[in-house]
């Protein structure tokens, strides 16, 4: 990944951090062990399920453009 994408992704990162950090329990973040637990929970409930819906939705568009080539192509 090239130093621009590593940024852009370090400060998405951060700002999702600012955001997700109003939702924390006070409690969960004094410990380490309760810190790795928040981060897990965000991560999987919430921009997992972003990035997921996103791959899907990118693969499904590729097979979609994929079929459409194959009619393309039969038609002739």
Known sequence: MDVAKEAQIKAHALALAELLYGERDPEQVKTLAGIEVAVRDHLLARVGLEI????????????????????????G
Do not use: C, I, W
Not at 53 to 74: I, P, W, Y
């Open 52 to 75: 997921g819906n996103f791959l899907s939705a990118q693969a499904a568009a590729r097979a979609e453009g994929e079929n459409d080539n194959s009619k393309v192509s039969s038609d």
